[in-house]
């Protein structure tokens, strides 16, 4: 048994049992991925995969409990080697954050600079996804750190922090007849055609509910996945916009009123997550202070790496 076994056997899963796929990802022949696991299933004396001809259909019951096995060795043989960067070179390396175009344009500007500054010589990536991709970045490994509102909490295989709570607001036109209201109501959004987020981005699916509670449907004219595309066209007067209420800024948003709407919709939480069993060079740990002050080291460790079994003397 050796790794090149166990990194084919984990992309042919990945790669929904497509030998070629599998192959052209680890740059190796697809004859040379079928003796892999011919080799492993020989040494091992069971199959592993259900097959029909050539063809691999699936795992079978001693492949699946395998495969979990698996996941678990390379991500422990890829912590062993941050362990040694860790401390051969603690202050250089890279890191990759995937995150939302919210997060990356209006929350994490602050938080990169001071980073940096802090530790120069990282190779910092923002690999701006969907939250589902960001699921997926997180557990295949590809990213360190994911940050966004939807589709990462409670999925297993990640330990996720609240980062901070935002709301919806309201943007209009400077001469729009909602800025002579009041109080500003649901009722009298809903009247005019609304520009907001796509589905699955940045409380999208809140947004559905509070109207749906409400007894209403509003019209979606136009659906982005960021808040400079919405803003751009509330501004030409196509519509009415409701965006992350930090993605609004009075002092570049000259031709827009951001209207008091927090009565309107409920808070939303953006969270941080981390996959489980990740060792995170020392560096990562800065970053989520930098996010946070809450989020220690001690903190996350504990949330991420699972405990020592108890020494057998």
Same mark, same amino acid.
């Given at each position: 048994?050796?790794?090149?076994?166990?990194? %084919?056997?984990?992309?042919?899963?990945?790669?929904?049992?497509?030998?070629?796929? /599998? /192959?052209?990802?680890?740059?190796?022949?697809?004859?040379?991925?079928?003796?892999?696991?011919?080799?492993?299933?020989?040494?091992?004396?069971?199959?592993?995969?259900?097959?029909?001809?050539?063809?691999?259909?699936?795992?079978?019951?001693?492949? *699946?409990?395998?495969?979990?096995?698996?996941?678990?060795?390379?991500?422990?043989?890829?912590?062993?080697?941050?362990?040694?960067?860790?401390?051969? !070179?603690?202050?250089?390396? !890279?890191? $990759?954050?995937?995150?939302?175009?919210?997060?990356?344009?209006?929350?994490?500007?602050?938080?990169?600079?001071? &980073?940096?500054?802090?530790?120069?010589?990282?190779?910092?990536?923002?690999?701006?996804? #969907?939250?589902?991709?960001?699921?997926?970045?997180? *557990? !295949?490994?590809?990213?360190?750190?994911?940050?966004?509102?939807?589709?990462?909490?409670?999925?297993?295989?990640? =330990?996720? &922090?609240?980062?901070?709570?935002?709301?919806? #607001?309201?943007?209009?036109?400077?001469?729009?007849?909602?800025? *002579?209201?009041?109080?500003?109501?649901?009722?009298?959004?809903?009247?005019?055609?609304? %520009?907001?987020?796509?589905?699955?981005?940045?409380?999208?699916?809140?947004?559905?509910?509070?109207? =749906?509670?409400?007894?209403?449907?509003?019209?979606?004219?136009?659906?982005?996945?960021?808040?400079?595309?919405?803003?751009?066209?509330?501004?030409?007067?196509?519509?009415?916009?409701?965006?992350? #209420?930090?993605? &609004?800024?009075?002092?570049?948003?000259?031709?827009?009123?951001?209207?008091?709407? =927090?009565?309107?919709?409920?808070?939303?939480? $953006?969270?941080?997550?981390?996959?489980?069993?990740?060792?995170?060079?020392?560096?990562?740990?800065? &970053?989520?202070?930098?996010?946070?002050?809450?989020?220690?080291?001690? $903190?996350?460790?504990?949330?991420?790496?699972?405990?020592?079994?108890?020494?057998?003397?």
């Amino acid at each position: 048994m050796n790794f090149q076994q166990l990194r %084919i056997i984990r992309e042919t899963v990945r790669r929904n049992f497509n030998l070629t796929d /599998a /192959a052209n990802a680890l740059f190796t022949s697809q004859s040379g991925v079928s003796k892999h696991i011919k080799d492993l299933e020989d040494e091992l004396g069971v199959e592993l995969f259900i097959r029909r001809g050539k063809r691999l259909l699936g795992l079978t019951e001693p492949g *699946k409990e395998l495969v979990v096995i698996v996941e678990r060795m390379l991500l422990d043989a890829k912590n062993i080697k941050r362990l040694a960067e860790q401390f051969s !070179s603690h202050d250089e390396g !890279s890191m $990759t954050v995937a995150t939302t175009h919210t997060q990356a344009r209006y929350v994490l500007p602050s938080v990169v600079t001071r &980073f940096k500054l802090e530790f120069p010589r990282v190779h910092l990536v923002l690999h701006q996804a #969907s939250p589902t991709e960001i699921v997926t970045l997180l *557990k !295949s490994g590809e990213a360190d750190i994911g940050i966004a509102t939807e589709a990462i909490e409670g999925v297993a295989g990640l =330990a996720t &922090f609240p980062y901070y709570n935002w709301h919806h #607001s309201v943007i209009v036109p400077q001469d729009h007849p909602l800025t *002579k209201l009041k109080e500003l109501t649901l009722e009298a959004v809903a009247e005019y055609p609304i %520009i907001t987020y796509h589905e699955g981005f940045t409380g999208r699916a809140s947004l559905d509910a509070t109207f =749906a509670k409400a007894g209403l449907a509003p019209d979606i004219v136009m659906a982005a996945l960021d808040a400079d595309v919405i803003k751009t066209y509330v501004e030409l007067g196509l519509g009415i916009g409701i965006v992350a #209420s930090i993605a &609004f800024n009075p002092a570049k948003d000259l031709g827009l009123r951001l209207l008091d709407s =927090a009565h309107l919709f409920n808070p939303s939480t $953006t969270r941080i997550a981390i996959r489980t069993g990740q060792y995170l060079r020392g560096y990562a740990y800065r &970053f989520l202070e930098f996010c946070s002050p809450i989020l220690t080291e001690a $903190t996350v460790r504990n949330a991420v790496l699972p405990a020592r079994e108890p020494e057998i003397e």
